[in-house]
């Protein structure tokens, strides 16, 4: 079993950074794969980032490549989403999600066996 904790959305403006944070957890955190998800208003779900259970490899959306980073920490169990020029359309509440690492990268939230509770994120123009 795996529960996670997201942190540090909030209300920025467009061009502003924010870092989401995702605590987890477990004392084998690295066997989980984690996905970012975000869902806006009036949309379905969609993947924004993922990264291996090492933290080696890691997977973007075309919509925040070169704008968003993911990362982890294991020793501390915590997985981090650094969102940077950030746009109105960025709007969303952001989920993290850990699933089995043979899906590391996955874009199905149907591949995600856990979630957070989700945090907001809100970009003015």
């Known amino acids: 079993q795996v529960q996670l904790v997201e942190s540090g959305g909030g209300l920025v403006q467009a061009g502003a950074s924010l870092r989401l944070s995702c605590a987890a957890s477990?004392?084998?955190?690295?066997?989980?794969?984690v996905g970012w998800f975000r869902q806006a208003p009036g949309k379905e779900r969609e993947f924004v980032v993922g990264?291996?259970?090492?933290?080696?490899?890691?997977y973007y959306a075309d919509s925040v490549k070169g704008r968003f980073a993911i990362s982890r920490d294991n020793a501390k169990n915590m997985v981090y989403l650094q969102m940077n020029s950030l746009k109105p359309e960025d709007t969303a509440v952001y989920y993290c999600?850990?699933?089995?690492?043979?899906?590391?990268?996955?874009?199905?939230?149907?591949?995600?066996?856990?979630w957070g509770q989700g945090t907001q994120v809100t970009v003015s123009s």
């Open positions: 999600a850990a699933g089995d690492l043979r899906y590391s990268g996955s874009r199905s939230g149907d591949n995600y066996d856990y």
């Open positions: 477990g004392r084998t955190f690295s066997r989980y794969a």
């Open positions: 990264i291996s259970g090492s933290g080696y490899i890691r």
